[in-house]
């Protein structure tokens, strides 16, 4: 069973204390990090520091980056099984 450790957060202005386990420990505090630093993002580019909004931006803005990156992993995949297709029937041409 894996230990859990504390890990205690600043979200925007909002503290969090969450319990994780060590692996996910350092991937925690950089998604943490990176939260922190697209809230000062959109405080400077919408001149607004209302946390509903801002955290709003934050959450719109990071769940494209997964649609998008589940898109184009997608779409890489898709390119990856096309091309071995067509190397296999290369592959197959040239059998003896």
């Known amino acids: 069973m894996s230990t859990k450790l504390p ?3 600043l979200l925007g202005i909002q503290n969090v ?3 994780v386990s ?3 420990e350092s991937c925690v505090r950089k998604a943490a990090n990176l939260v922190n630093r697209l809230v000062k993002y959109y405080e400077k580019e919408t001149n607004s520091s209302d946390p509903s909004k801002i955290m709003a931006l934050v959450a719109l803005d990071l769940a494209m980056c997964g649609l998008k990156f589940e898109t184009e992993t ?3 995949s898709n390119n990856v099984h096309a091309e ?3 190397l296999l029937a290369l ?3 040239f059998q003896l």
């Open 7 to 9: 890990c205690n957060l």
């Open 17 to 19: 204390a969450l319990k």
């Open 22 to 24: 060590e692996e996910e």
């Open 74 to 76: 997608r779409s890489l």
């Open 84 to 86: 071995n297709e067509q």
């Open 91 to 93: 592959v197959d041409e």
